[in-house]
């Protein structure tokens, strides 16, 4: 397992780097490191991180197609297909939308994990999965702030995997969170090169 634990580490290294630049080819890695973490995260109890896996693959179909053709799920500012999906702000009237999905999930996932599973840390897990979910799918959708909720998720991973003796892992998302910060302030300044076009 340490192997596949390393392979991913690689792998999350590479679908960091991309998505700093907001490459779409970030879609690819995050293809390929859900791959590897089932495995891993089956083997170390961590159910919920394992079930989030299965919902990273097919949402990063989800962002290709997003990214690709402006293709978008919900919203009213729809653009022609063929136009790539900007860097834009969270609008304001869907974060209730997202709060109330968030803790809606939390719930759900903690409950699985109590009443199905043998999870030592039910309520962090079904904490860092919700939490990824809404993440995921605002990267999905190229808003700003996923990289806030990413930063939460990040440091509260962390200290779960350290929890579970998963070390490169937990150094791996210690260095996503330092990463936010600068991941943040790049997706800003391409947001208002976007803007300036």
């Known amino acids: 397992m340490q192997a596949l634990e390393i392979l991913g580490t690689i792998v999350g290294l590479a679908y960091l780097w991309l998505e700093y630049r907001a490459s779409i080819y970030l879609w690819i890695a995050s293809i ?6 089932l495995f891993v995260y089956y083997n170390a109890g961590l159910y919920a991180d394992f079930g989030i896996n299965i919902y990273y693959l097919v949402i990063a179909i989800y962002g290709w197609a997003a990214w690709k053709y ?6 009213s500012n729809d653009k022609l297909k063929s136009e790539e999906l900007p860097i834009s702000h969270t609008p304001t009237k869907i974060w209730l ?8 999930l939390q719930l759900v996932i903690a409950w699985i994990l109590i009443r199905f599973t043998d999870s030592s840390v039910p309520w962090a897990d079904a904490f860092t999965t919700a939490l990824s979910i809404i993440a995921m799918w605002m990267l999905a959708r190229k808003y700003i702030e996923q990289w806030w909720v990413w930063f939460v998720v ?5 200290a779960l995997y350290i929890y579970k003796d998963l070390y490169f892992t937990a150094a791996l998302y ?4 330092l990463i936010v910060f600068f991941g943040y302030r790049k ?11």
């Open 32 to 37: 390929i490191m859900p791959a590897i973490y």
């Open 174 to 177: 210690a260095l996503y969170a």
């Open 97 to 104: 939308k997202i709060a109330t999905i968030y803790a809606i």
């Open 70 to 75: 402006g293709f978008r799920l919900f919203g």
């Open 187 to 197: 997706w800003k300044q391409l947001m208002i090169a976007e803007n300036e076009r």
């Open 154 to 158: 990040d440091v509260t991973s962390a």
